[in-house]
């Protein structure tokens, strides 16, 4: 009787792990040959009470950039909406008549949002305040998160052999721009006549070279990121031109440019494109810019960098605060940010556990948060997770469709779901859904993530049914084909809308 009863129990866990998917999700999955058992959706009330799907969840699998779904909903709980980074500014010398003599400290603070024009608003406030010229150099403190000089510069921990797209970049506690300069290909009518393709990237730093060789393809658009090739120079960026000195990591002024070539074709029919590369190191970057926007502005400065923390006695002159996490956790999750997603996390780590900031003291910050959250009168006690960098740019990540389910029932049922739920995606509007589903009942009813490497494709979210209720959905692919899948994930998307 025992071994009966045993036996009923196994079949019916089977059935529960292996529920019949939707008849369009299954055929859409047959069409792209995907086995059912490469997938797992849950999709249940967003209060948790009722479940209408699972299939497969227990499994622990990687979600890709879905990923983010937890790392901003744990910033959000953990740090509030209204934290902010700062980013100060001391002395180390005399001001005299708006002369600084002695260095000039930018002592950082991960903020993932400082663009240049941030930049440019610090520089000009410090001028202000009556520092135009600097008779030193110019020091960065970065000790707030853990550096590996040589882990940046050697290994580039590089992501499919990319080393220069940008979301391959480091995380840094002084990032600017997020170290990316944005190409952009262009060819309009102008440019046909004189036979050229035009590359503009979209902050111009003189230490940047392009040699562009591109040429005009006539005829349709087609597959025009496969139709041209790049390449670095590293020599010219200067990468091994650093000198290790007392106090720091000097950068010699022998770090002149970085070239940038450009071959293959481009068709006019393509309009703008767009590739973002990172060309310099967040050193680099930081002082290349620095220097551009300080002499802008009218200041003088002819000093090199110094990468060391800032000094006991140096004074401070300002303060600059970042916008809010819950505006720049928007940029995360709208679209997929992944080098923010890194900032982010050891922002939590920072704030939560000790300095210097590391990523396995964020993923240890983030368990213990969970921990203290429930789902049906349970702790959020996940073995299954794992969390490298929180971005989901990973191949060691993982979670379960259950559990994720379960923190975005957590989430939606918690003070900071307005701004969790608003930096999603928008279906059919904005963000990386814009162009999905248009011409369905479900469009602009539903605000989910995606998320997508080699062999992983992954949506996430909530969904608003035609009973105007909300859902959780979460289907995560884990096959060589699962970039084919996108059919099936619309046809639960859309089978979640209408299913009563």
Not at 354 to 383: R, V
Not at 402 to 427: D, G, R, T
Request: some cysteine; overall charge neutral; aromatic content about 8%.
């Amino acid at each position: 009787m025992k071994k009966i009863f045993t036996a009923l129990v196994f079949i019916s866990v089977s059935l529960s792990a292996y529920a019949e998917l939707p008849s369009t999700v299954a055929e859409a999955l047959k069409k792209a040959g995907i086995p059912q058992e490469s997938v797992a959706v849950v999709v249940r009330s967003a209060d948790g009470a009722h479940t209408s799907l699972t299939h497969n969840a227990a499994s622990s699998l990687n979600p890709a950039s879905v990923m983010k779904l937890l790392t901003t909903n744990a910033a959000l709980d953990l740090l509030t909406p209204a934290y902010r980074w700062k980013t100060e500014i001391y002395q180390n010398g005399v001001v005299n008549n708006g002369v600084l003599t002695g260095d000039l400290i930018i002592k950082a603070y991960g903020d993932p949002s400082f663009k240049a024009q941030e930049f440019w608003r610090l520089l000009m406030t410090l001028q202000q305040a009556g520092i135009r010229e600097i008779n030193g150099n110019l020091l960065i403190d970065k000790s707030y998160f853990t550096y590996d000089m040589v882990k940046n510069i050697a290994n580039k921990n590089t992501f499919d052999n990319e080393p220069w797209r940008a979301y391959n970049a480091m995380p840094s506690a002084f990032l600017v721009n997020g170290r990316n300069t944005s190409f952009k290909f262009v060819a309009d009518a102008g440019d046909v006549a004189n036979n050229r393709v035009r590359i503009e990237p979209d902050f111009v730093l003189p230490e940047l070279q392009i040699i562009n060789n591109l040429q005009l393809m006539p005829g349709a658009c087609g597959d025009w990121r496969n139709l041209l090739t790049y390449s670095i120079n590293a020599q010219e960026a200067g990468l091994n031109e650093r000198e290790a000195k007392e106090g720091g990591t000097q950068i010699s002024e022998k770090m002149s440019s970085a070239i940038a070539t450009f071959n293959g074709s481009f068709s006019p029919d393509c309009g703008e494109r767009y590739l973002e590369l990172s060309v310099f190191d967040d050193e680099q970057y930081a002082f290349y810019t620095f220097k551009k926007l300080w002499l802008e502005l009218g200041g003088k400065f002819s000093g090199q960098l110094k990468i060391q923390e800032k000094p006991d006695r140096a004074v401070k002159v300002l303060e600059q605060l970042s916008e809010p996490l819950a505006y720049v956790v928007r940029d995360i999750n709208k679209w997929s940010n992944n080098l923010m997603a890194r900032q982010l996390l050891l922002t939590i780590a920072a704030e939560k556990t000790s300095l210097p900031a590391t990523e396995i003291n964020g993923a240890m910050a983030i368990k213990a948060w969970l921990a203290g959250k429930s789902f049906d009168g349970k702790s959020l006690n996940f073995d299954d997770l794992v969390i490298e960098n929180g971005s989901g740019l990973s191949r060691k990540e993982r979670i379960s469709a259950e559990h994720l389910s379960q923190m975005l029932v957590s989430a939606y049922n918690s003070p900071v779901m307005p701004e969790f739920m608003s930096s999603l995606p928008i279906l059919s509007l904005d963000g990386t859904m814009k162009k999905r589903l248009k011409d369905s009942p479900v469009s602009a009813r539903a605000h989910l993530k995606t998320g997508s490497l080699d062999g992983v494709s992954s949506v996430a979210g909530y969904v608003l049914d035609k009973q105007n209720k909300r859902q959780v959905l979460v289907m995560m692919v884990n096959d060589v084909k699962a970039g084919a899948s996108k059919a099936a994930q619309d046809a639960l998307i859309e089978w979640v809308y209408s299913h009563p």
